[in-house]
């Protein structure tokens, strides 16, 4: 588990009222999720999950999604925002 990322900078818009926002998200605290068996070799996902408020005072919130596979490797990632868009 200590390949995952501690830092994350995104680039996101408000749903709320369209501004642009950018912000650095440090010191992650990952969730483990579930571990599958994949062809003999384990695969792991795992989450952070992050949460920021839009100068309008909408709440943005962000889950950081990895899966490992093989251990020990990044395989893929995924970024989910609620109330905002990946930009």
Known sequence: MNMLPTEIELEFRCNGCSTDNKEQFVDLVWDFVESQNRQVVLENHYVATMQ??????????????IWEYPVGAINTDEIQITNGTKI
């Open 52 to 65: 920021t408020n839009c100068n309008c005072g909408a709440t943005i919130e962000i889950e950081y999604h």
